[in-house]
């Protein structure tokens, strides 16, 4: 890494560009051009004037100038008279201005005329400072030079700059409601500079187009990058152009190439454009677009719309790591269902880390750090801040480096990419979801009508839910004018979003309320202004068209509970309480919910025998002595819920010398078949019992998918013949292999899949069965030696520890573990067992899905395991909690995943998962 | 390199495909094997369940139920009636197992009712199931946990229950019973820090001044995991008087019991007399005998438990069986 000291400050590198190109125009709006040669020269006339004013070597000069040749000129006189420039916007508030001043002592500020009195000290408006009364103004139109000095200017005649010294300041808001001043050094911009003209591939030719505000660090993108390469800035002119689409008219007419846009205005753009069937600009090369997160729509819009070749660029970076510090420039066949932010910038670096500044493996989530020479130098004034941001670690090699945190959730992708996860400040804890907003967000925004999309936690009546503020576009949103008939219409909206969202997302995830906009507001910066969007007061609640309302009080009653207890937004009277993500833990909640509110306690069991609202609510109503339902309207709802199940048969097949019990599930008569077929693979031992009935639960769901499914026991376990002794992992596989092959055969299929948790997916991956299109391996046991050595600690744990028996066993003679019958067959197959799926390819395809607290010991990055996809979900298990070993479990995002899995694979995108 | 792109593995069996056997021609190869049948039964076609003959039996006309205990499946934890259906198939007793609705393989359709009745409803479903495949009249119940109370109940309800053998069923305090508890449980606890901790948050923690003093305590270890420990599910038996006159009505008409304890059930029962003391007023008639494991826990996890349990409540069964 080179030393800040080393790096040439921009200013020398944009005065070789005068040199070399001092006739090439480098600057250009509306009738005023300038050519290298006079915007070197109105610079340094800049510079006389403010030494004239008395401006010294680092200072700090304040610049509250419209976009305009003579600002970009004043930006770099102030860097040859040896100062720092500070952008101050004119539409700011004239006390958040005043305390830029006061924060950065500006003595001397170059301003419009017009602007003058947002800086005067005896406007009684605001609270006084002293700053007004002692600025010097130095008005921009006195410093535009009519006439060009006929010889070059000697560079030795102004300031000697060097790479440590502060090149400018930008403000960016602060969570304290001031702004805070980020000090960014010459080194810093040069580094940006040089990178951005690689990456961006800039050349003399370039037309770039100086679009932003000044105060938004998009403007250094857009002027000094292209300024050390011989091509053109063209201002935006100062009238607006009578164009439905201006941006559109403003390339085309200025012949622009690049375009630097925030998030928000392009995805207001590509819409623009989409809407009026027009394409993009063909003058246009480079397309630039960051600041938020990019959905991943509008960039496939964008490329229906765009017939000739741009390069497309998403790009992230925070002002402290100055403009830009990482890019993804997508491949043609990018798919993804996230838009990543690419890799760090040459001369850049990032790293993830956890909580414990420890980096995380290739697929873990972490908090992304920027390093390098372009990193600021911190805060202005405010130390601890900077202490909190700006952090030192030590590398694998001892050395120190400095990091900044940018209090982003990312994950490093395998192909040296970066995802973005969204901010860590915005993370939603719903009762014990960690939910992060920019997933549900990027959902939101890939359904058509949803233009924009910001989803946030509110809690009423001490319940917290999520709200989603959906920005519709101005045709949408007028369409629904404000009488009763248009809130009918918004809330079939809203329906209808959530509809879609449910398909996309778990129940948890789908807001509750909705408020309809018809743009975001958005700050200076075209971020969204989150403090002026509408409250909540406007919100319409979705409901959701299929979903059976509930009827009678107590019907409503439980709906209520359940939707509090599985923080699920809306709940039909028909909807599985399992399956929601109930377990019996949760119904331990219900049922004292149930004893508080109408006093009466049911055992667990009764949940399990009436998982829906209906039934649980005709139970209870029984238990009360409601006779009120007659025999047929309970035959009725008994008949109506086996409907919805599907259809079972239980026999015994063959496997070698052994008969394996299976039950197939066969989809409800009702429902289309898919002619697909699964086979679920069990876990082993004391696994066995925990995982029993989640399997079971989603053989049922699979099977209501219209999915023919196998659920069966091993040889030697569950209700198979054989005794324990004879469950091995070669004959296991066996099973797997002879299941797999019965099941074809009996659907008449070429291939089926294979579904398999814990060692049951280990032995599934390792058991060679043919004919297999699919393989899902839910938290595989990846080193059967290391299972085998937890499984006999587990034992010996449980037979002191008291918990389970009244006083501490002794081990008898048995080979034993945790209720399970070993032997040295037994024990020599487990221990020779490894799992490594890093060298398979993709037949079957495979995909991992890992449950939150899943580990693998030895293993820091259990993604590592597989040359595949890997599906982080949020459902925790606790397989190493020796106190739930044979308790029942519930995920329903295993659920949703292997769902989404099996009935698209190509939907099949990896989450991220949000840790805190 | 991996040239069979086949996940890496120290195995390399061959793969075979099964032959569909059919099942007569199965079962003459595997006798001992196919003579087991798994069903699909019940008005609902929604329960799962599995026949084991036996092949000389003492009374053709007499089967062993095993009933679900708690969430548990039918094969019974660590495939305790797995084991126990086989050797009484041995010793001449035909079994069934099967899982009640919504428990195990069996499909919840909404059966409503008091849980415990609605257990009875499915027991007597499968006795119908019994004696109409395979004539069966008279039925012998295992039960262990909330298995033994729904067999208990289900006796009450249904006369062709002529036994019942259960493990942990109910218990009701007696005056050693609370003895016992104080000298094995209360006392041993008095020099444990952490039952003291337990203690306090469990009955400080109710004020939230304490309840804030107690965050200084370390965090409970109890996971925010969805999942809940075996056995914590509420008990359903009924109050002793209840239970007196229950005992006796099956003590009367002829029905016999074996009741055995262990000590995963302390908190209930902790000596071997304590079930003839806690129902003082039940006339047994030698129709009741108790077995009391004070050193097994609640579920025979350890294989040596576990043989413990199958012979003695096969040797039971099988007499129980023998006596029609």
């Known amino acids: 890494m080179k030393s800040v000291d080393s790096i040439t400050p921009f200013i020398d590198l944009f005065w070789q560009q005068c040199e070399a190109t001092p006739d090439r125009v480098a600057v250009v709006q509306d009738d005023c051009s300038w050519t290298y040669r006079e915007l070197l020269s109105q610079s340094c006339h800049v510079a006389d004037s403010l030494r004239t004013a008395g401006v010294q070597p680092g200072e700090r000069v304040g610049v509250c100038v419209d976009r305009s040749p003579i600002a970009i000129a004043s930006m770099l006189g102030i860097h040859l008279a040896g100062a720092a420039f500070v952008p101050l916007d004119p539409e700011y508030p004239a006390e958040r201005l005043r305390f830029m001043l006061d924060d950065a002592k500006i003595k001397t500020l170059i301003g419009h005329a017009r602007y003058r009195s947002l800086f005067d000290a005896n406007d009684s408006t605001t609270s006084s400072t002293n700053s007004g009364a002692t600025l010097k103004w130095v008005d921009a139109s006195d410093l535009i030079r009519d006439g060009i000095s006929p010889s070059f200017p000697v560079r030795e005649n102004y300031f000697k700059l060097t790479g440590e010294q502060l090149a400018y300041v930008m403000y960016t808001s602060g969570s304290t409601g001031n702004p805070k001043g980020v000090l960014i050094n010459h080194a810093a911009l040069t580094t940006y500079c040089e990178a951005d003209m690689e990456v961006y591939r800039l050349h003399a030719d370039d037309r770039t187009l100086q679009f932003s505000t000044l105060t938004f660090d998009i403007a250094i993108e857009e002027i000094f990058p292209p300024l050390l390469c011989g091509s053109c800035v063209v201002v935006r002119p100062l009238e607006r152009a009578n164009s439905a689409n201006e941006l559109s008219h403003l390339i085309d007419t200025l012949q622009i190439t690049a375009v630097h846009l925030a998030t928000a205005y392009w995805h207001q753009w590509v819409d623009l454009m989409v809407a009026t069937d027009s394409q993009v600009p063909s003058s246009l090369r480079l397309m630039v677009v960051t600041g938020e997160k990019v959905s991943v729509d509008h960039y496939q819009r964008w490329q229906t719309i765009c017939d000739h070749d741009v390069l497309w660029c998403n790009a992230y970076g925070p002002t402290e790591a100055t403009v830009t510090a990482t890019v993804f420039v997508p491949e043609a066949d990018f798919s993804a269902a996230n838009m990543p932010i690419g890799k760090p910038l040459p001369g850049y670096s990032a790293a993830i880390f956890d909580k414990d500044l420890n980096e995380v493996a290739v697929g873990e989530t972490g908090q992304l750090f920027i390093g390098g020479p372009a990193l600021a130098d911190g805060y202005l004034n405010r130390p601890e801040l900077t202490q909190a941001a700006f952090i030192e670690r030590k590398d694998s090699d001892g050395e120190t480096q400095r990091w900044y945190r940018t209090g982003d959730i990312a994950r490093w992708m395998d192909d040296g990419n970066i995802d973005f996860g969204g901010r860590v400040d915005h993370q939603i804890k719903l009762g014990s979801y960690r939910i992060e907003p920019g997933e549900i967000e990027a959902a939101l925004t890939s359904i058509s009508e949803v233009k924009e999309a910001l989803v946030t936690a509110e809690t009423l009546d001490g319940q917290t839910t999520l709200l989603a503020h959906i920005g519709l576009g101005a045709d949408a949103l007028s369409a629904n004018s404000i009488d009763k008939e248009a809130s009918n219409e918004l809330t079939a909206t809203a329906a209808k979003i959530a509809k879609q969202l449910r398909e996309k997302l778990p129940p948890y995830m789908v807001p509750t309320r909705f408020v309809f906009v018809e743009h975001f507001p958005k700050t200076i910066n075209g971020k969204i202004d989150r403090e002026n969007l509408p409250d909540s007061s406007h919100a319409v609640v979705a409901r959701e068209e299929s979903l059976v309302a509930p009827q009678s009080e107590l019907q409503k009653q439980l709906c209520e509970i359940w939707s509090s207890v599985l923080q699920v937004p809306q709940i039909g009277i028909d909807d599985d309480f399992f399956l929601l993500g109930g377990s019996s833990l949760l119904v331990t909640q219900v049922v004292a919910r149930l004893k508080n509110q109408l006093g009466l306690e049911l055992p667990v069991r009764d949940f399990f025998a009436n998982p829906t609202i209906e039934l649980a609510a005709r139970h209870i109503q029984a238990m009360l002595g409601d006779e009120s339902k007659t025999a047929d309207e309970a035959t009725a709802a008994i008949q109506s819920q086996r409907d919805r199940l599907p259809v079972m048969e239980a026999f015994f097949l063959p496997s070698g010398s052994h008969d394996l019990f299976a039950v197939h599930y066969s989809p409800p008569s009702r429902q289309t078949r898919r002619n697909r077929a699964v086979v679920l693979c069990h876990a082993y031992g004391h696994e066995y019992a925990r995982s029993y009935r989640n399997l079971q639960q989603l053989a049922v769901h699979l099977a209501q998918q219209g999915f023919d499914v196998l659920r069966f026991d091993y040889a030697g376990t569950g209700n198979s013949h054989g005794n324990a002794l004879e469950a091995s992992p070669h004959v296991m596989m066996k099973n797997i292999r002879d299941v797999s092959n019965w099941m074809r055969q009996r659907h008449e299929l070429d291939s089926v899949s294979l579904i398999g948790i814990r060692l049951g997916a280990t032995l599934a991956a390792c058991s060679a069965a043919t004919g297999i299109d699919q393989q899902l391996l839910w938290d595989p046991v990846v080193c059967g030696e290391t299972f085998l050595q937890s499984l006999d600690e587990l034992h010996s744990e449980t037979l002191s520890n008291e918990m389970r028996f009244a006083r501490p066993r002794q081990s008898s003679s048995i080979d034993q573990a945790y209720g399970t019958r070993l032997n040295h067959v037994i024990r020599r197959q487990l221990s020779q067992l490894k799992l490594n799926l890093s060298d398979s390819q993709d037949d079957p395809a495979t995909t991992l899905l890992l449950s939150r607290d899943y580990v693998v010991p030895g293993i820091d990055a259990p993604q590592s395991l597989i040359n595949g996809s890997v599906i982080q979900m949020d459902d925790e298990i606790g397989w190493d909690r020796p106190e739930l070993n044979e308790s029942a479990f519930s995920s329903p995002g295993a659920i949703r995943h292997i769902t989404k899995l099996l009935v698209d694979e190509s939907d099949a995108g990896c989450a991220i998962e949000v840790q805190s | ?324």
């Open chain 2, 1 to 324: 390199m991996n040239p069979t792109n086949t996940p890496t593995t120290s195995f390399a069996s061959p793969t075979i495909v099964p032959t569909l056997v059919p099942s007569k021609q199965r079962a003459a190869k595997r006798e001992h094997a196919t003579a087991e049948q798994a069903v699909v039964f019940g008005s609902q076609n929604h329960l799962v369940g599995i026949y084991h003959p036996t092949t000389n039996p003492v009374d053709a006309e007499t089967a062993v139920i095993f009933v679900t205990p708690g969430m548990l499946h039918n094969a019974g934890p660590f495939r305790l009636h797995v084991d126990i259906a086989r050797q009484l198939g041995c010793r001449g007793v035909a079994s069934f197992r099967f899982d009640l609705s919504g428990i195990g393989e069996s499909l919840p359709v909404g059966a409503s009712g008091r849980s415990i009745d609605r257990a009875s409803d499915e027991i007597r479903e499968a006795i119908d199931w019994l004696q109409e495949q395979h004539g069966i009249q008279n039925v012998i119940l295992f039960g262990l946990c909330s298995g033994a109370d729904d067999s208990i109940h289900a006796a009450q309800r249904d006369s062709r229950v002529s036994g019942i053998i259960t493990m942990d069923a109910c218990g009701f305090s007696t005056r050693r019973f609370r003895w016992n508890r104080i000298r094995h449980h209360y006392v041993p606890r008095l020099a444990s820090l952490d039952a003291w901790k337990r203690l306090s948050r469990r009955v400080l923690g109710k004020t939230s001044a304490l309840a804030w003093l107690l965050q200084l305590l370390p965090d409970s270890s109890s996971p925010e995991y969805s999942t809940m420990p075996i056995g914590s599910d509420l008990r359903e038996y009924p109050a002793r008087e209840i239970a007196e006159v229950e005992f006796q009505s099956l003590v009367d008409r002829g029905c016999r019991l074996h009741m055995i304890y262990t000590g995963g059930a302390l908190e209930i029962y902790n000596y071997a007399e304590q079930f003839f003391e806690m129902l003082p007023g039940v006339r047994w008639n030698d129709q009741a005998t108790v077995d009391f494991y004070p050193e097994m826990d609640h579920v025979a996890i350890l294989c040596e438990d576990r043989k413990k349990i199958v012979d003695r409540v096969t040797e039971r069964a099988v007499e129980f069986a023998q006596q029609g």
